[in-house]
């Protein structure tokens, strides 16, 4: 059992100091954290490569993959797939996100649009990406408007689907408040229901973007010769597995580096919040 | 749009594809021929990859490829489900698929059976399978077809994850040179030639055009020919091939013979024969005159002297 | 104004909710409602101010412009994304004179210094009146406040009940006021319903537009009512167990 | 301006009967309206096809592809396919979601763990399906194991997205309820905080699945010789656009069914929500 | 049992929570905490039940058993996809004897039929009721109360402050309550810690263990001393301002 001194906590104003910025140095030291557990595995993947437990064919050394990473970068072609792929994915994410924004904000709010369009959105959110290829080229042929649409696909769905989840999940409470003020319906989902359904919406484009990645190689199937989509399938095609794992190391990089846009988007836009996270 | 522009007699653009696997088509796009030759007729020209027969075909379909590269029997499989479409020129006879396996005890076809073989259906390697076993008097019932894309077939193959891969270039030239894969089986005559297709719609309204790009042809593979070496090392920076690979492609493919003519035909209606077997192909598909619809030889005919 | 029929709004099979309201607010009268917790006085509240239209009976809400009532809740109901400044804000049309309104409107309640705060960081009672301040600032021409100053401490909440009779002697607002502090309710009302029961129903009415106002707290006549309203609660209480 | 009689609102007692059983009626009316548009869909490209506007070796009307339908299922490879592929994407659905769950609750609730492993996830997130094929036939082979995980692996995204962000939006105030009880920390994230995030788990579940179906043709690439992906692809390289379409609109209609398996389950979770929609 | 030495916890700066704090708690004394809204009361009880770490000084807080106090928060934090029933179980250890123990802290807290209602469709008072129960029922040795009646009518009120005066006659839990209804904190409380400013701080102590309890409601020892606290609280926000 404690002795009676213990039962005493005691905290001295010095301390107080050290808790100023803790929320900078946090994040510091999160970075850093964060490639822990990415370089054991580029170590341990290289080691059992020199030692040959991965035959080269099959899965490159790390160092062989930056290799060819640097020898791309150095003739100009690393950059041309890298800006190609980020600008279709950045286009098709805006086209995605907004056409998402608004047939999800219809389809929460009025029951009639989810009726009619809700079941049909559903359905095909399901179809592979692969799918869509041959259909596509069919309806817009092998320029940039396929490409991007198809990006914009994948980005929509899992957009609409948290958007019209965090509009159907706004407390009616709020929404009360708008009607005392008379608000139009509009201004209601305007002024109410989209910020309540923010955090909802954040993760949505998070999610999306992804999916809008992976899209990608679908959309740069159809006759791009620039991307990182065409990289990967070019490699797989000419059995080069560097390419290859160079093209995967490509889009794990920045998906990541797109991602933390948004995340710190997200930590912006949601410090009103009432977390953990958000402790004063 | 991309929609490559019909119009009267002269077009105003005309879209060609080019393919790792139409080693022609990467000179005549190096060298910018066709720009330099149409241009003076105020034709515009286009380039669009094809990574495999199957997308050239797609292109094709939607009119975003004027010309599309395709192996023969793909072609035939698409011609007979009405795809718009005519062989008008062989830009080689590749021998670029063959049997391969890593197993020492599998010493002919016959061993296969009941074997795991990797195989990407519907392609060339996966008819020249059938045809194989066909000859050995199997079918595809006494083996065990696994659907693996080209590369990831040969992967399995060396992982052991299968016991034989119809393999394909330059994948198989790869494992060829740079691991213990072996042929078990090969056979040029069970390849089913390379050929150019062009959309009917624009053979019929430009075909003075359909002539100028066949002749196009004709100059790269004549270069081709005249240099091997150049062309190995073209098609390895193309291609993003070792010159090695690239080398033992392009040994393994035959310019010789530019004309489609009878033995096309005959290579074609044969694995059209056990396509119809294996229900790739509807059964009520009259072979024959699929073949003589598709294979069109009056242009290369004129354009070949 | 205001005027009820019948009014009846009962939820799970008739066990809570209210029913038989019958009653007229006159323009510009105060009405107090008194009744033991779960009695149906935020429901009719929800009735009057036209958010909830599965009651039946009559109901009469809206002024001559067609407008509906300004409500406050009985939690703050604040935007969380919004500082206080904005929240209050909330309703009012975007013009000239809308920040300086605005400013008049924190000082009033006393939140001078805590325009930029968010409400996670607000305590209770300051949550509450920034809410009073939204529900006034719009100038409504019937306002009903659910407990509007029940968070609040003992002087805080004298002053703004004298800021709403003060905005009262400005604008004549029509008001319904449910509260439990029997003295708020002699201090500001006209009128003053008691509701009795689970589902609530109209026990009393008590009319005190006989004192005039401003009226003087814990004065001997405010005692008195306040002795006969403690005594209408218990009868009520009593009556409906 | 309206007069004065107008003023009044009247609502009888009769009319309250009509309100009793609303739910169940809207949602009879709500599926049929569901069904108009896609019907109009079908409608046109039928006409359109009998007209000729789609070729048939590029688009096949919906006779012949439900011809082609109704002749798989004759012959008993419909559902062979279809079982083998449901069967896939269960069993990937769960082991997705459940280390989904597992993870995302660690990352959620423990700021180590999130600096830790988050980056790692976000990078991975954006790695198209077809970049995981050669590399699972490496590591699993090409039995269903490697199938059955891509499809988790498709799955784990948006669960992992979603909870990580339901779970750092869940309440402060809430939280401090079971600080209160002396939960450990495992009791906090079972007894408040999964319950808390539920409604945006079940959002991620639901796009998890999403994102599982589009796994499939990749999972179907590592050596299937059944399935609706095998389907689509075997459809693909035969030019057989009747196939190619029957299989698209499985994958929409199996998408569409599982889907509302899981919007049932969210309605009944979430009856207890202050929404709009919940209102008695 | 609960002490604090200079204990202070400000935000933003130093404009806002409370400082220099300085009392002791003896075992199961009540502690009613007085003070105008935004003074630090909630900020207060927050770090004296541990949750809020931040503060400088001296605190202890636990009891013999090293465990922390209970809380009843300012607003009911009902879990709401939970029952009233499993809202006022929530943090009671399974075991026999666990349904009927809610059942009773439900029906001495009125919500008899209301077990299956999910707090969405509860009114304020039920909810702010569904707390109490919940907070009592654990018997904590320590109980902290912020503002626990507020939402309650005169007479619901007055009826669990018996309950909680006869539950403290048995467990003899020692309590601070916060509250700015001044007649509650001279019913129950033994000591009152009036707080002013902005942050607060410890203004006045009054005494009341002279008063034997069940004290008797308007009893002219409370009333004297209830005007006694008016004009503390008035001059302590004169002070203030
Ligand atoms: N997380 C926070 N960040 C910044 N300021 C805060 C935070 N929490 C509370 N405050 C401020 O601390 C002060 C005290 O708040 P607290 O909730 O303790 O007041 P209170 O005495 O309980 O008031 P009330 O009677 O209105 O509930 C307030 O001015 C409030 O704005
Ligand atoms: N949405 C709802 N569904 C079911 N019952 C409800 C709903 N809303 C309120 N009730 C019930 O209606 C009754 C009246 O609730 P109301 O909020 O009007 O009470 P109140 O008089 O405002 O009480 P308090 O003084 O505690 O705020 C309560 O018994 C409550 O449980
Ligand atoms: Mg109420
Ligand atoms: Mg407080």
Redesign the interface.
Known sequence: ??SKTE???????E??KE?LRPLLK?RL???W??????MILLISWEIASVRGVF?A???PAPTVVLAKISEMAADGSLWSHIWITLYRVFIGFVIGTASAVVIGSFVGYW??A???????V??????????W???F??WM???EPSKIVLIAVGVF??VY??IV?GI??????????G????FSSLQIVR??IL??A???F??GI??G???G??????AE?M???EGL?YL??????????D??IA??LL??????G???VL?LVETKA??????????? | SDKASGGDEKPEKITLDYAYYSPTSLVLKKFGWAEKELKKDGVEVKWVQSLGSNKALEFLNSSSVDFGSTAGAAAFIAKSKGAPIESVYIYSQPEWTALVTKDKKIKSVKDLKGKKIAATIGTDPYIFLLRALKEEGLSSKDVKIVNLQHQDGANALLSGEVDAWAGLDPHMAKVELESDGKFLYRNPDFNTYGTLNVRSEFAKDHPEYVKKVIALYEKARQWTLEHPDEAAKLLSEEAGLSLEVAKKELERNNFEQPVPGDEQREAISSAGEVLKAEKVISPDTDIDKVVNELINPSFAEKAVK | MLAVQQLKRVFKGGSAGFRNLHFTVQESEIIGILGTSGCGKSTLLRVLAGLDQNFTGKLKNKDKDGKQPGMMFQEPRLMPWLTVKENIGFGVKDGAGKEVEIQQFIDLVGLTGFENHYPKDLSGGMAQRTAIARALITDPSVLLLDEPFSALDAFTKMQLQDLLLSLWEKRKTTMVLVTHDIDEALYLCDRIFVLKGQPGEQYAELILDDIKKPRQRGSHELAERKSNILNLLDLSRQEAN
Chains 1, 4 share one sequence.
Do not use: C
């Not at chain 1, 989810?114 to 049909?120: G, I």
């Not at chain 1, 559903?122 to 799918?131: E, G, H, V, W």
């Not at chain 1, 990967?232 to 597995?241: H, M, S």
């Open positions: 059992m404690a039962l005493w906590q005691s905290r001295a104003s301390k107080k808790l946090e030291q999160g970075s954290l964060g490639l822990i557990i990415p035959e064919h099959l899965l029951k009639l989810e009726n009619l369009l809700d079941s049909l559903q359905a095909f959110r399901s179809i592979p990406s692969l799918a290829v041959p259909l080229i069919l042929g092998i320029g769905f899992p689907l948290n989840a159907q999940g706004v407390d009616r409470k709020l929404i009360e408040v009607k005392i003020y008379q002024r109410i910020p309540s923010l955090p909802s954040i993760t998070r999610s973007l992804g999916v990645w992976m899209f990608v190689v679908a199937l006759g791009a010769s989509g990967l399938v070019e490699g797989q095609n000419t059995y080069a597995p390419v290859v093209s995967i889009f794990a990089l920045l998906g990541k797109s991602d933390s995340k949601l410090h009103y919040q009432d977390t953990l996270a958000n402790q004063g």
